[in-house]
């Protein structure tokens, strides 16, 4: 039951020049079902990422961070779900080492040039000999226009494959962007989401790649939540192939710089959206925009304590008015000087709430009609400043428990 | 299907001498249901009280402080259920006075001598004309034997009423604590819940009873959750009569004092479970315990983490011992220097984490059996000091998907 989110058609999505993708099954979990994923990148290219701040970091998001700090220049990526490795202490990090090791003497490089992802289960042990008993039907598959298939190897929960493409011209020359993404509970990434892949083969100095990737981060995963578990393994890595004939980007405020960050803007804010509208059990995608802060920071403080509600998320499902619910997520978010008397409230073009209470014109039937549609906006003005940021969110639905009870079995 | 928690029988509860409530139907919300409750008090009673930390607090909230802060001498309180009277704006306190200016005609002292209490839907205009109807059938009921029609009028949500007593002897003389409280959703007290009512015929300083109240929440109402929703009208009241014949409690560290502050204590820690038991949808009944923290502060955060996760409560009434979400929700509680290598878990007596991984000896039916229990202790080692807290919550049901999605209708 995704909201407004179909599979994405394999034709949309522009293989980028210099990056391959092979995907296989090795039953890292169940079998039948394609979990392991390789992503190469020709020489030249450059990576980089961002990752979860949760403190119970899972071993394969160590390995990346290290691998990335110290400078490898990476050339491949490998990534099986099913497993989150995760809580495993020591032994995950040898195991993690133990996949990519593997995987480098196929691809002759070194184990340092791979970074390894993992999603699923935390707490298990990951079964390595499977992985790399599969990797070399993973590199048999390696060829560009692999996207949608690798969309569907890196799902967990997800009912549907999330992927989106864009193409550019910069200098002259057509530039694509093109990414994947999973995820549909413990949703509430800090830096990135797991798993969050895009690729260009645009032309950009290798140096300017980690602030791009923050910065689109940073209006895309970073501004998502479903149930508030933030991650052990949220990854979001963008690559660039260098391979496009236009002359280098060197500065991310040049006329090509700005047109290549809103293309990997819109490529990662699809991707993150398309995330919470296959959200675990939802019906409603809901964006949450507070305004009139004197900070972005306490704008999302607020727009993330109505997003986590679960009162406010099974009012939404059961399409109930019941905003009061909205005005005590607010109150509670942690503004500690907040005045109340000042709150606005808004739902779609419906003005619910003035000066902190209700608008004498509201009317219950209007709130309904807006309740009832599947996409929501939710527009909270604090009126103290001139701040503002987004959230995006689903509701909280029977069905959420149903997966979350049934995970595992 | 509240957990191990039944009707109080009515011959437990101990009068308090120099408190009478009354009880009748004011059909705020809905007929044939007792939703206004009256309490007095002698005079020369004292009363402490602590409230919700919500921003958006209801118009009672905001008077039951003025008046406290004013000093007061309180003489009544009213409480209505059905209705919250918070999101209201300027015209909630209108009504909340006029509540108070009828009942206190009624009873012939002044409107500041009252403490106005209400819970049920928030934004909604509160009905004074039937609460002043309702007044003289709730003064006609005033008695001392009555809290178990209390426990039950103030209750909304609630599955079952709540009450408990105690009886201490304090310089041979019999001194009785008995209180009520309700809640079943909204419940994450910042301060106190809406509602609870502790009374006491100790004859203590009325000074201390500030500290004592402070004292009482912070490890009762303040420690439980169930859905981490901030109500806008918590509210947790101690009432001392004085009346019992003991020299007066002038120290609460004295042998009296201590004898005293356990009894509230005790009475407040029930109360506090009591709606944790009866949480929205609850099928399980969860202790938290934090331990080895550097401050108490930190402890809270994990265990609340702990508490709110929608991953980890849906595995609790799934009864799936899927215990890598508590490390999660342990990784992202905000402990900024967390070193995951360090952490150990035991579910009651099985020991599941060690070192940050998995305890080599730990067999998942060891914690599936766990599991299965209507009573569970979660019990988090993070080897960093010396500090320690427990919070109580409850899992995350349909039924609570249920209840909050029907709730008005």
Redesign the interface.
């Known amino acids: 039951m995704p909201v407004n989110l179909s599979v994405p058609n394999p034709s949309d999505l522009h293989p980028v020049p210099g990056v391959q993708l092979g995907i296989t099954m090795a039953g890292v979990r169940k079998a039948n079902r394609r979990d392991l994923t390789v992503i190469t990148l020709d020489e030249g290219s450059a990576v980089a990422g961002v990752f979860t ?5 899972a071993a394969p998001v160590q390995l990346c961070r290290e691998r990335l700090a110290a400078g490898s220049e990476i050339r491949a990526l490998v990534i099986n779900t099913g497993n ?1 490795n ?7 990090l040898v195991r993690a080492r133990a996949t990519c090791i593997a995987l480098a003497r196929q691809l002759s490089i070194s184990p340092e040039q791979i970074l390894p992802f993992s999603t699923g ?5 990951l079964p390595v000999d499977r992985i790399e008993a599969g990797l070399p039907g993973a590199i048999a598959d390696l060829k560009p226009d692999n996207w949608a298939a690798a969309a569907e190897g890196i799902m967990t929960t997800d009912t549907l494959p999330k992927a989106a493409s864009r193409q550019i011209t910069l200098g002259g020359v057509t530039v694509t962007v093109t990414g994947i993404s999973k995820g549909a ?2 949703i ?1 990434p ?1 830096m990135a989401t797991m798993l969050g892949y895009v690729a260009t083969d645009a032309n950009i100095r290798p140096d300017l790649l980690q602030a791009l990737v923050t910065e689109a981060a940073n209006v895309s995963f970073n501004r998502i939540t479903i ?6 393994n949220d990854s979001f890595v963008l690559m660039a192939s260098r391979k496009a004939a236009h002359a280098e980007i060197t500065d991310l405020d040049s006329a090509e710089g700005r047109a290549l960050r809103e293309a990997v803007i819109a490529v990662s804010q699809h991707l993150a959206q398309a995330i919470v509208r296959d959200g675990e059990g939802a019906t409603k995608f809901i964006a949450i925009t507070v305004e009139g802060g004197r900070t972005e920071d306490e704008c999302a403080k607020a727009a993330y304590a109505i997003a ?4 406010v998320k ?2 939404f ?2 399409s ?1 008015p ?4 909205i ?7 942690g ?2 000087d ?4 000042l ?1 606005e409230l808004h739902l779609d073009d419906v003005h619910v ?1 003035t ?4 608008n004498p014109s509201y009317r219950e039937e209007d709130g309904q009609r807006v309740m009832k549609q599947s996409e929501i906006t939710i527009r909270v003005g604090l009126n103290r400043g001139t701040a503002k940021t987004t959230v995006w969110t689903c509701d ?3 069905d ?3 997966i ?6």
């Open positions: 701040k949760n403190r119970y970091c989150a995760a809580g495993t202490g020591e032994d995950g289960v935390i707490m298990e042990t509970g413990m509430r800090n149930d508030g578990d933030t991650s052990t986590h509600s679960p009162l099974t009012a499902f059961a109930d019941n905003l009061g619910r005005l005590a997520a607010v109150g509670y978010a503004i500690d907040l005045d109340q008397n709150i709430v000066k902190g209470g209700r909280l639905s029977h959420y428990v149903s979350n009870a049934d995970y595992r079995s």
